[in-house]
């Protein structure tokens, strides 16, 4: 299984960008799907997450109102839509995958069964 994040780059606050993750190895549309960040010298933190049905998706209190999460199973790629960038934004992304068939949840770590490498994102003030 692969999961291969792309789209972080630097961006001045305010600005916007958008992640995606493209997914292989796995039966993509059974997997609920997550985006989880770590800022330097902090946790991993959960963003975003989508279920498999597509019918459930959560935000962090951080990010909602500003992010958005969508997946096109035909592509097998999850998006992060980005928007409102802040400082405190900055930190590696990730994206992980749980599944098959299991509830998306606002975890992190163990809670997902695969990870990918990440993508940078640097927000500046």
């Known amino acids: 299984v692969q999961l291969v994040e792309s789209g972080g780059g630097l961006v001045q606050a305010g600005g916007s960008l958008r992640l995606a993750c493209a997914g292989s190895?796995?039966?993509?549309?059974?997997?609920?799907l997550a985006w989880v960040r770590q800022a330097p010298g902090k946790e991993r933190e959960f963003v975003s997450g989508?279920?498999?049905?597509?019918?459930?998706?959560l935000y962090s209190d951080s990010v909602k109102g500003r992010f958005t999460i969508s997946r096109d199973n035909a592509k097998n790629t999850v998006y992060l839509q980005m928007n409102s960038l802040k400082p405190e934004d900055t930190a590696v992304y990730y994206c992980a995958a749980r599944g098959p068939r299991r509830t998306v949840v606002s975890g992190t770590g163990a809670t997902y069964d695969y990870w990918g490498q990440g993508t940078q994102v640097a927000v500046s003030s």
């Open positions: 190895g796995l039966t993509f549309s059974t997997y609920s």
């Open positions: 989508i279920s498999w049905l597509d019918t459930n998706t």
